[in-house]
C-alpha cells in the first residue's frame, strides 16, 4: 500500500518539474527574441551621443569707425531686427566733414567748368592768331609788290616780315596754350572729370562715416555680450555687443571615431535637448562631418610623435541641421546640451562634400543700403554747381 502511494506522488512531482522547464525555457526564448528584436530595431544601425551642444552664429556688432557712445538702445536679452539701430555716436565731427565735403564738390564742379571754358576761350585766341597771320602775310605779300614796282623801302618791307614772323609765333603759342587746357579736360565731361569724380569718392567717405556713427543689426536676432556704455570712447574693430540668429542654430555632436564608420552626410538624426526632456523630440539631418578633431585644432595640439603619449578614443564633430518648425515651436539657445542619435542605415550619402556652395549661405545688405541717398545729393550739388557756372561765363 505504501509502495503504491509513492509513486504516484513521484510522477507527479516529476510533470510539475518538466512543466517549470518548459515555461523558464520558454521564458527565455520570448525575453530573447525580444531582446533581439529590439536590438535591430532600436539599436542596430544607429549611433548615439549625449556630447552634443547647440552652437549658432554670434553675429559682432563692430564699429567702422571711432566714436563716443551717446546712446544705446539694445541690452542683453533683447530682440533686435535687422536694420535696427543699437548703439549712437557722437556725430558733431562727421556733420563736419560731411558739410566740407559737399562744399569741396561743389567748388570743384565750378573749378572743372571753368577748364572747359578756358578750353573754348583757347579755341577762340587760336582762331584770332590765325586771322591776325593771315592779315600780316597778306600786308607782306602786298609790300612785296610794291617794293618790286619801286614804291617801297627794303625798311618796310622787312618790318612787314618781322609782323609775320611774330604772328605765326603768336599763333604757335596760342596751339600751345590750347593743348594745355584740352589736356585737363579730355575725353571727360564735368560729372566725369578725374577732380570731380575724386570730389564724390570724398563726398560718399564722408557720407558712410556720418552714417557709421550709428550702428545697426546686421541680422535679427538676440542681443548678448553688451559691451559698449554711455560715454565710452571706442576704436574701429572693438566688440560692441553680439546678435545671436536663434532660429539658425545647429547642433555640434561629438561622436567617437568608432562611431562614424557608417555616418554619412544626409542621414536622418533624432535630437532631445537636456532643457525639454524627452517630452520634447526635435529631429534633423547630419549636414557635414568634421575634417579634423578638436584636439588637432586646439590651441596646444597633442605631440603624438614625442613617444610619451597615451592613446585615447577620439572625437569628431558631426553637424546636425534641425528641423526650422520645430526650431521655433521649442527654441533653443548656443550651449545647451543634446543627446543626438543618428539612423547610420542608410550609407548612401558621402561622406565629405564634393560640390562648391553657389551663393552665400550668410549675408546682410544692411550695409549696401547706406548709399542710396547720397547719389540724389551728389547729382543736385553737380547740377547747381555746373549750372550756375554755365549761366556766369554765358553772361560774360
Given at each position: 500500500?505504501?509502495?503504491?502511494?509513492?509513486?504516484?506522488?513521484?510522477?507527479?512531482?516529476?510533470?510539475q518539474?518538466?512543466k517549470?522547464?518548459?515555461?523558464?525555457?520558454?521564458?527565455?526564448?520570448?525575453?530573447?527574441?525580444?531582446?533581439?528584436?529590439?536590438?535591430?530595431?532600436?539599436?542596430a544601425?544607429?549611433?548615439?551621443?549625449?556630447?552634443?551642444?547647440?552652437?549658432?552664429?554670434l553675429?559682432?556688432?563692430?564699429?567702422?569707425?571711432?566714436g563716443?557712445?551717446?546712446?544705446?538702445?539694445?541690452?542683453?536679452?533683447?530682440?533686435?531686427?535687422?536694420?535696427?539701430?543699437?548703439v549712437?555716436f557722437?556725430n558733431?565731427?562727421?556733420?563736419i566733414?560731411?558739410?566740407?565735403?559737399?562744399?569741396?564738390?561743389?567748388?570743384?564742379?565750378?573749378?572743372?567748368?571753368?577748364?572747359?571754358?578756358?578750353?573754348?576761350?583757347?579755341?577762340?585766341?587760336?582762331?584770332?592768331?590765325?586771322?591776325?597771320?593771315?592779315?600780316?602775310?597778306?600786308?607782306?605779300?602786298?609790300?612785296q609788290n610794291?617794293v618790286?614796282?619801286?614804291?617801297?623801302?627794303?625798311?618796310?618791307?622787312?618790318?612787314?616780315?618781322?609782323?609775320?614772323?611774330?604772328?605765326?609765333?603768336?599763333?604757335?603759342?596760342?596751339?600751345?596754350?590750347?593743348?594745355?587746357?584740352?589736356?585737363?579736360?579730355?575725353?571727360?565731361?564735368?560729372e566725369?572729370?578725374p577732380?570731380?569724380?575724386?570730389?564724390?569718392?570724398?563726398?560718399?567717405?564722408?557720407?558712410?562715416?556720418?552714417?557709421?556713427?550709428?550702428?545697426?543689426?546686421?541680422?535679427?536676432?538676440?542681443?548678448?555680450?553688451?559691451n559698449?556704455?554711455?560715454?565710452?570712447?571706442?576704436?574701429?574693430?572693438?566688440?560692441?555687443m553680439?546678435?545671436?540668429?536663434?532660429?539658425?542654430?545647429?547642433?555640434?555632436?561629438?561622436?567617437?571615431?568608432?562611431?562614424?564608420?557608417?555616418?554619412?552626410?544626409?542621414?536622418?538624426?533624432t535630437?532631445v535637448?537636456d532643457?525639454?526632456?524627452d517630452?520634447?523630440?526635435?529631429?534633423?539631418?547630419?549636414?557635414?562631418?568634421?575634417i579634423?578633431?578638436g584636439?588637432?585644432?586646439?590651441?596646444?595640439?597633442?605631440?603624438?610623435?614625442?613617444?610619451?603619449?597615451?592613446?585615447?578614443?577620439?572625437?569628431?564633430?558631426?553637424?546636425?541641421?534641425?528641423?526650422?518648425?520645430?526650431?521655433?515651436?521649442?527654441?533653443?539657445?548656443?550651449?545647451?546640451?543634446?543627446?543626438?542619435?543618428?539612423?547610420t542605415?542608410?550609407?548612401?550619402g558621402k561622406l565629405?562634400?564634393?560640390?562648391t556652395?553657389t551663393?552665400?549661405?550668410?549675408?546682410?545688405?544692411?550695409?549696401?543700403?547706406?548709399?542710396?541717398?547720397?547719389?540724389a545729393?551728389?547729382n543736385?550739388?553737380?547740377?547747381?554747381?555746373?549750372?550756375?557756372?554755365?549761366a556766369?561765363?554765358?553772361?560774360?
Amino acid at each position: 500500500m505504501s509502495q503504491t502511494t509513492t509513486q504516484p506522488n513521484a510522477s507527479a512531482k516529476s510533470a510539475q518539474r518538466k512543466k517549470s522547464l518548459m515555461i523558464f525555457f520558454s521564458a527565455l526564448v520570448i525575453a530573447g527574441v525580444g531582446a533581439t528584436g529590439w536590438y535591430y530595431t532600436m539599436v542596430a544601425g544607429t549611433e548615439e551621443t549625449d556630447d552634443a551642444y547647440v552652437n549658432g552664429n554670434l553675429v559682432q556688432i563692430t564699429p567702422e569707425i571711432p566714436g563716443t557712445v551717446t546712446r544705446i538702445f539694445a541690452d542683453d536679452g533683447d530682440f533686435v531686427s535687422k536694420g535696427q539701430e543699437m548703439v549712437h555716436f557722437d556725430n558733431s565731427d562727421a556733420d563736419i566733414a560731411f558739410d566740407n565735403a559737399q562744399a569741396n564738390l561743389g567748388q570743384v564742379v565750378r573749378q572743372v567748368r571753368s577748364m572747359f571754358t578756358n578750353t573754348e576761350q583757347a579755341k577762340a585766341v587760336v582762331a584770332e592768331q590765325k586771322v591776325a597771320l593771315g592779315k600780316a602775310q597778306a600786308d607782306l605779300a602786298r609790300r612785296q609788290n610794291m617794293v618790286k614796282a619801286g614804291g617801297l623801302s627794303q625798311e618796310e618791307l622787312s618790318h612787314a616780315q618781322d609782323m609775320v614772323n611774330a604772328a605765326e609765333k603768336a599763333l604757335l603759342a596760342a596751339r600751345q596754350q590750347l593743348g594745355a587746357q584740352q589736356a585737363l579736360v579730355v575725353n571727360t565731361t564735368v560729372e566725369t572729370h578725374p577732380l570731380v569724380k575724386t570730389a564724390i569718392a570724398k563726398l560718399r567717405q564722408a557720407y558712410l562715416d556720418k552714417t557709421r556713427t550709428s550702428l545697426v543689426a546686421p541680422v535679427s536676432g538676440y542681443v548678448a555680450r553688451r559691451n559698449a556704455q554711455v560715454g565710452q570712447r571706442v576704436t574701429p574693430g572693438a566688440t560692441m555687443m553680439a546678435v545671436v540668429p536663434l532660429q539658425g542654430v545647429w547642433v555640434d555632436a561629438n561622436f567617437k571615431e568608432t562611431q562614424l564608420r557608417e555616418m554619412r552626410i544626409g542621414q536622418q538624426a533624432t535630437l532631445v535637448a537636456d532643457l525639454y526632456g524627452d517630452k520634447v523630440e526635435y529631429h534633423g539631418k547630419v549636414e557635414s562631418l568634421g575634417i579634423g578633431t578638436g584636439s588637432a585644432f586646439s590651441l596646444l595640439p597633442a605631440q603624438n610623435a614625442t613617444g610619451n603619449w597615451i592613446k585615447v578614443v577620439q572625437r569628431l564633430p558631426v553637424r546636425i541641421q534641425l528641423d526650422e518648425k520645430e526650431l521655433a515651436k521649442h527654441p533653443l539657445r548656443i550651449g545647451l546640451s543634446m543627446t543626438v542619435t543618428v539612423d547610420t542605415r542608410d550609407t548612401d550619402g558621402k561622406l565629405l562634400a564634393d560640390t562648391t556652395p553657389t551663393q552665400a549661405r550668410y549675408e546682410t545688405d544692411v550695409y549696401t543700403r547706406q548709399d542710396d541717398s547720397i547719389d540724389a545729393l551728389i547729382n543736385e550739388i553737380i547740377a547747381e554747381s555746373d549750372k550756375g557756372s554755365s549761366a556766369l561765363y554765358a553772361k560774360q
